[in-house]
Antibody
Framework: QVQLVQSGAEVKKPGASVRVSCKASGYTFTPYALHWVRQAPGQRLEWMGWINAGDGNTKYSKKFQDRVTITRDTSASTVYIEMRSLRSEDTAVYYC???????????????WGQGTLVTVSS | DIVMTQSPDSLAVSLGERATINCKSSQSVLYSSNNKNYLAWHQQKPGQPPKLLIYWASIRESGVPDRFSGSGSGTDFTLTISSLQAEDVAVYYCQQYYGTPLTFGGGTKVEIK
């Protein structure tokens, strides 16, 4: 069965960076898209960007493109998101989510990771 | 950006009764070349990640009970739970996958009356 297992909770100070991982299993890693979505307290779900696990191409929301990098390690079936220059407003649960059928459903989230809480506090 | 607006913000429904959630997009998410609506519904139970319920506006994901149904086209969509069960208590989100940035509605919290 498809599983996306994320790394554990992080506590960071303002200005620091954080990297969250998402390990995929139960399917062939490379044809699928992997997305990152965050959920700040009391806020709606917010899409941050995605990576094509096959060719490594990425696309980011304009809101995050200057501070976020998404990468993947195909040998480990793992995707990473790194966020820099953290501020208190970045406190949120960060989710990875798999895209649906490669091509027509790249932008549909059909499986989600369990979420990683990132707390930014001085 | 496509703005997704859901209503109501919350609703309380008796067990076995119908729950209806609305979602409106700021522009059409109907792709004319394939006549498909790029609209999905996700369910998020407390303390859990979201779970895909419906895509292409009306197609149930595998394993989703048939009491859940989606309808609508263009800019106006509805999620209906025909007979509410206790396990359906959750927040429901619509999401457009027509184009980036991918966007979600603000969520509708469904509770038992």
């Amino acid at each position: 069965q498809v599983q996306l297992v994320q790394s554990g909770a992080e506590v960071k100070k303002p200005g620091a960076s954080v990297r969250v991982s998402c390990k995929a299993s139960g399917y062939t890693f490379t044809p699928y898209a992997l997305h990152w979505v965050r959920q700040a307290p009391g806020q709606r779900l917010e899409w941050m960007g995605w990576i094509n696990a096959g060719d490594g191409n990425t696309k980011y929301s304009k809101k995050f493109q200057d501070r976020v990098t998404i990468t993947r390690d195909t040998s480990a079936s793992t995707v990473y998101i790194e966020m820099r220059s953290l501020r208190s407003e970045d406190t949120a649960v960060y989710y990875c989510a798999r895209g649906g059928d490669p091509g027509p459903l790249d932008y549909l989230f059909d499986f989600w990771g369990q979420g990683t809480l990132v707390t930014v506090s001085s | 950006d496509i703005v997704m607006t859901q209503s109501p913000d919350s609703l309380a429904v008796s067990l076995g009764e119908r729950a209806t959630i609305n979602c409106k997009s700021s522009q059409s998410v109907l792709y004319s070349s394939n006549n498909k609506n790029y609209l999905a519904w996700h369910q998020q139970k407390p303390g859990q990640p979201p779970k895909l319920l419906i895509y292409w506006a009306s197609i149930r994901e595998s394993g989703v009970p048939d009491r859940f149904s989606g309808s609508g086209s263009g800019t106006d969509f509805t999620l209906t739970i025909s007979s509410l069960q206790a396990e359906d208590v959750a927040v429901y989100y619509c999401q457009q996958y027509y184009g980036t940035p991918l966007t979600f509605g603000g969520g509708t919290k469904v509770e038992i009356k």
